[in-house]
Nanobody, 116 residues
Framework: QVQLVESGGDTVHPGGSLRLSCAASGSIFNFYDITWYRQPPEKEREWVASYSTILGTNYTDSVKGRFTISRDVAKNAVNLQMNSLQPEDTAVYYC??????????WGPGTQVTVSS
């Protein structure tokens, strides 16, 4: 059963912005860590950003200053605000949640395409 669902993926021009959302089927507060990953076409999956009650927020170098991960309490979700998008950001974006006493939860992914 899918416990996390991503949304917000779209096609945008270089320099554009998108806000992705990772929504939980239960309470998002059951997760002590929500991490965004992405997999570009024909490339391996890579870590993008994390929101952790233990370590706080962190980002891979290529998105620092452009992406912001945050909790959205009202929507029971964790968002990834992506600004100044470039073609190299094109990928399927996934969220992963960690919960005490449970297996990792993964969403099915959402497509982000940045092109002219």
């Amino acid at each position: 059963q899918v416990q996390l669902v991503e949304s917000g993926g779209d096609t945008v021009h270089p320099g554009g912005s998108l806000r992705l959302s990772c929504a939980a089927s239960g309470s998002i507060f059951n997760f002590y860590d929500i991490t965004w990953y992405r997999q570009p076409p024909e490339k391996e999956r890579e870590w993008v950003a994390s929101y952790s009650t233990i370590l706080g927020t962190n980002y891979t170098d290529s998105v620092k200053g452009r992406f912001t991960i945050s909790r959205d309490v009202a929507k029971n979700a964790v968002n990834l605000q992506m600004n100044s998008l470039q073609p190299e950001d094109t990928a399927v974006y996934y969220c992963r949640g960690l919960r005490a006493g449970a297996r990792d939860a993964w969403g099915p992914g959402t497509q982000v395409t940045v092109s002219s």
